[in-house]
């Protein structure tokens, strides 16, 4: 199974910081990560696909990008809303893995 | 707009069967461009795919090796709905169990339903 490393697991920040979450696959998985989003009490939320497309609705201060098997999601400007766990995954190949969360806090 | 409504027991003992349904609305579970997933988190927050179903001019069943061997996951097109059977349970099944629609991405979800193994 392909193993995805993220860090770190929780994070503070202040409103309007730029964050950054990375996630490290245990090998190439061609850009084949999602990025999701889970708010306490509810089910995650698909924000970002193939690495770095931005799903419709999804605010443009929400990016990904990757390089080899490190990949980086980034919030440009914190907002109070963006409080939740994030998490990659991949769909490389079967099984689907995730990695362990980034909860994030509002400072 | 697609929405997935998971209905089932909470409480399940202890060796007996988890037994989970997600109806769809707005897609078809015969849809040749999605599959239809369970995934389960546990306490600690971690999430396990557990397997999909999907129609390919064919149905197809894919399931984690953790699950494969009393993992069960239905279509039902009649209802257009999909099941989870999940046998003999342990405590250690205990968990919130979704369903997804995976459509470039887990792009749909259920909303979760929190199941405890205990006697």
């Known amino acids: 199974d392909i193993q995805l490393t993220q860090s770190p697991s929780s994070l503070s920040a202040s409103v309007g910081d730029r964050v950054t979450i990375t996630c490290q696959a245990s090998?190439?998985?061609?850009?084949?990560l999602n990025w999701y989003q889970q708010r306490p009490g509810e089910a995650p939320k698909l924000l970002i696909s193939g690495a770095s497309n931005l799903e419709t609705g999804v605010p443009s201060r929400f990016g990904g990008g990757a390089s080899g098997t490190d990949f980086i999601f980034t919030i440009y400007s914190l907002q109070p809303e963006d409080i939740a766990t994030y998490y990659c995954?991949?769909?490389?190949?079967?099984?689907?893995?995730f990695g362990q969360g980034t909860k994030l806090e509002i400072k | 707009q697609v929405q997935l409504q998971q209905s089932g027991p909470g409480l399940v003992k202890p060796s007996q069967t988890l037994s989970l349904t997600c109806a769809i609305s707005?897609?078809?579970?015969?849809?040749?461009?999605?599959?239809w997933n369970w995934i389960r988190q546990s306490p600690s927050r971690d999430l396990e795919w557990l397997g999909r179903t999907y129609y390919r001019s064919k149905w197809y069943h894919e399931y984690a090796d953790s699950v494969k061997s009393r993992i069960t996951i239905n279509p039902d097109t009649a209802k257009n709905q999909f099941s989870l059977q999940l046998h003999s349970v342990t405590p250690d099944d205990t968990a919130m169990y979704y369903c997804?629609?995976?459509?470039?991405?887990?792009?749909?979800w259920g909303q979760g339903t929190l199941v405890t193994v205990s006697s």
């Open positions: 995954q991949h769909y490389a190949n079967l099984p689907y893995t």
């Open positions: 090998q190439d998985i061609n850009n084949y």
């Open positions: 707005g897609d078809s579970v015969s849809s040749n461009s999605a599959a």
């Open positions: 997804t629609r995976d459509h470039g991405g887990l792009d749909n």
